[in-house]
T-cell receptor, first 112, second 112 residues
Framework: QKEVEQNSGPLSVPEGAIASLNCTYS??????FFWYRQYSGKSPELIMF????GDKEDGRFTAQLNKASQYVSLLIRDSQPSDSATYLC????????????FGGGTRLMVKP | EPEVTQTPSHQVTQMGQEVILRCVPI?????FYWYRQILGQKVEFLVS????????KSEIFDDQFSVERPDGSNFTLKIRSTKLEDSAMYFC??????????FGQGTRLTVV
């Protein structure tokens, strides 16, 4: 069974700190990796995507991919209370088109 | 501004009734996805719809479900004979730049 695993949290960090969110996936053939932010009662909002090993930075967000270890992470620098949400990791599997397999999400709480 | 609009935002229905959930793209798109999220659980893939045909579907998408593009623009998800366990958020998503999925605001379905 193709799984995407995340620690459910909550992960609590003080305002201004770096939040580190992790995700592991079971299918070594997974091809594309996405991070979504979901506020309570709202739809997932795409934050970052990464396809190749290494780091990808976009503003305060950095996605890191390590295919050998089968994990992908999201770093949020200078965390703000408005970053408090559930962060969903999603991957695409080989021969499954653009279908996304989601993890259960990590709840992040940024305390002022 | 959302790229995908879903209606209704909330639907309450009695068990055994049929419901139709609608997805309206802002721009013309051929490739659409339906996902659902039961409260407190993972986002789950239901079906993808490409050029007026089902492209992929999950085990969840059984004979109770159907998708259509009735008028060439809107996409609909029909759930026949609803069950209590169909209560969930249902999200429509479009694909941009080949892999990035953007979600509509969702329809909350409550089966009573």
């Amino acid at each position: 069974q193709k799984e995407v695993e995340q620690n459910s949290g909550p992960l609590s960090v003080p305002e201004g700190a770096i939040a580190s969110l992790n995700c592991t996936y079971s299918d070594r053939g997974s091809q594309s990796f996405f991070w979504y932010r979901q506020y309570s009662g709202k739809s997932p909002e795409l934050i970052m995507f990464i396809y190749s090993n290494g780091d990808k930075e976009d503003g305060r967000f950095t996605a890191q991919l390590n295919k050998a270890s089968q994990y992908v992470s999201l770093l949020i620098r200078d965390s703000q209370p408005s970053d408090s949400a559930t962060y969903l990791c999603a991957v695409t599997l080989p021969n499954a088109g653009n279908m996304l397999t989601f993890g259960g999400g990590t709840r992040l709480m940024v305390k002022p | 501004e959302p790229e995908v609009t879903q209606t209704p935002s909330h639907q309450v229905t009695q068990m055994g009734q049929e419901v139709i959930l609608r997805c309206v793209p802002i721009s013309n798109h051929l490739y659409f996805y339906w996902y659902r999220q039961i409260l407190g659980q993972k986002v789950e893939f239901l079906v993808s719809f490409y050029n007026n045909e089902i492209s992929e579907k999950s085990e969840i998408f059984d004979d109770q479900f159907s998708v259509e593009r009735p008028d060439g623009s809107n996409f609909t998800l029909k759930i026949r004979s609803t069950k209590l366990e169909d209560s969930a958020m249902y999200f429509c998503a479009k694909i941009r730049r080949n892999t990035e999925a953007f979600f509509g605001q969702g329809t909350r379905l409550t089966v009573v």
